[in-house]
């Protein structure tokens, strides 16, 4: 068959092995899901819809915590003694960066830090690694108040710090942003604490990242 021909697959110019069967999530309050249940987090999500795929899951293990920035995140990540490696391994970071006013060139050398990690945790170093950009959270009604074009303009900025680093370490970068700001005309899709997002919109973005992780050469 063409999958066992191939054993890879291409998602924006960058290549993931397959066979995953153990997945490692590294994050903050969107991949611990902040408000939704386990069942509902988009790596748990995820694991349910690559079944039967060429890139099925069977266990999800998650380093997260609401609130986290990316130096929080390396230290939750040497607090959790976790020498383990993964066939496939997420790595979403960055919003609370932004929320807190943290530069870009601080988030750029953390970031650079983690993805050397997350590539550490793979069995199959950088093929087994993919990266998610930042929502928008600007677009919720948490953020009424605030300058919503401001945060707009930040996120953008900090996704592009993301791509760019994704696009030196070859791993593939997943937009999940376009369908975060569907929640300012859709309230469903967001938790009750009208911030993070609902099973729902997560998953919409799992659709979106099944569908990038399955794309095989033409």
């Not at 569907?182 to 919409?204: C, V």
Request: net charge negative; charged share 25%.
């Amino acid at each position: 068959m063409r999958f066992k021909q191939l054993l890879s697959l291409v998602v924006i110019g960058c290549s993931i092995s397959v066979s995953a069967q153990e997945y490692l999530a590294l994050g903050d309050s969107y991949t611990i899901g902040e408000s939704v249940l386990e069942s509902e987090r988009w790596p748990n999500q995820l694991a349910e819809a690559l079944k039967g795929t060429f890139l099925e899951v069977e266990t999800v293990a998650i380093i997260a915590k609401t609130g986290w920035t990316t130096a929080e995140l390396i230290e939750g990540i040497k607090t959790s003694k976790n020498t383990n490696q993964y066939d496939l391994v997420s790595l979403l970071i960055g919003v609370n960066n932004q929320y807190r006013g943290q530069s870009l060139e601080r988030f750029e050398t953390e970031l650079s830090q983690l993805i050397k990690t997350a590539i550490l945790y793979s069995k199959n170093g950088a093929q087994g690694v993919f990266m998610v950009s930042i929502p928008d959270w600007g677009v919720t009604p948490f953020a009424k108040d605030r300058d919503i074009e401001k945060i707009a303009m930040e996120i953008q900025d900090f996704n592009m710090v993301i791509q760019k680093q994704a696009n030196e370490f070859k791993i593939p970068y997943i937009d999940i942003t376009p369908i975060s700001k569907e929640a300012k005309t859709d309230l469903s899709l967001l938790a009750s604490d009208e911030l993070h997002p609902s099973g729902k919109m997560y998953q919409l973005w799992v659709q979106k990242i099944k569908k990038e992780l399955l794309k095989t050469p033409e």
